[in-house]
């Protein structure tokens, strides 16, 4: 069964830093790319960013490539996602994804929150 | 960036009915477009790939069709548990997209 599991959220000052994990289990994590993918408040759906199966590449938002990096460590089936200097309107709910094919995100995690006020 | 407009926002139904939600993007995404059905207080789930593929465990009053720019998710008699919101999502081009979500709720 795949499971993804997210951590590492919280509550978070405005701009401070943050790292989310997301540990993989139920399939080969070295051979897929994987994403990240948040939900405001309101519900609004958001692509991150995602990287590929070896960590070689990796693809952002525009609006958030400044700030946020995602990485990975294959060898603990983990995926990061670095937040940089962090502010209210990244206040959200944010989810592991799995990718397949044309970018279709076929597992998510149960999600972590991350809230970002003084 | 490729905008994906879903219509209705909220769709009141009645358990039995057959429903259609619809999906538009500003401009072509041939058929990667994906759909995902989010329960109160769960994670989304994938529903439909590629406009119309079938996904396996998802029970088979859902259907999707289109291609291009517009695209329809079909629900063939909604049952009380399809109560949900659902997102279509692209992945034909970067930054990959979603819509805002059409909210299915009970009439």
């Known amino acids: 069964e795949v499971q993804l599991v997210e951590s590492g959220g919280g509550l978070v000052q405005p701009g401070a830093s943050l790292k989310l994990s997301c540990v993989a289990s139920?399939?080969?994590?070295?051979?897929?790319?994987m994403s990240w993918v948040r939900q405001t408040p309101g519900k609004t759906m958001e692509w991150i960013g995602d990287?590929?199966?070896?960590?070689?590449?990796?693809n952002y938002a525009p609006s958030l490539k400044n700030r946020f990096t995602i990485s990975r460590d294959n060898a603990k089936s983990t995926l990061y996602l670095q937040m940089s200097n962090v502010r209210s309107e990244d206040t959200a709910t944010y989810y592991c994804?799995?990718?397949?094919?044309?970018?279709?995100?076929?597992?998510w995690g149960q999600g972590v929150m991350v809230t970002v006020s003084s | 960036d490729v905008v994906l407009t879903q219509s209705p926002a909220t769709l009141s139904v009645t358990p039995g009915e057959r429903i259609s939600l619809s999906c538009r993007a500003s401009e072509s995404v041939d058929t990667y477009l994906h759909w995902y059905q989010q329960k109160p207080n769960e994670s989304p789930r994938l529903l439909i790939k590629y406009a119309s593929q079938s996904i396996s465990g998802i029970p088979s009053r859902f259907s999707g069709s289109g291609s291009g720019t517009d695209f329809t998710l079909s629900i063939n008699g909604v049952e009380l548990e399809d109560l949900s919101i659902y997102y279509c999502?692209?992945?034909?081009?970067?930054?990959?997209?979603f819509g805002a979500g059409t909210k299915l709720e009970l009439k």
């Open positions: 139920g399939f080969t994590f070295s051979d897929y790319w």
């Open positions: 994804t799995r990718v397949r094919g044309i970018i279709v995100f076929d597992y």
């Open positions: 990287i590929k199966y070896d960590g070689s590449y990796t």
């Open positions: 999502q692209q992945g034909n081009s970067l930054p990959y997209t």
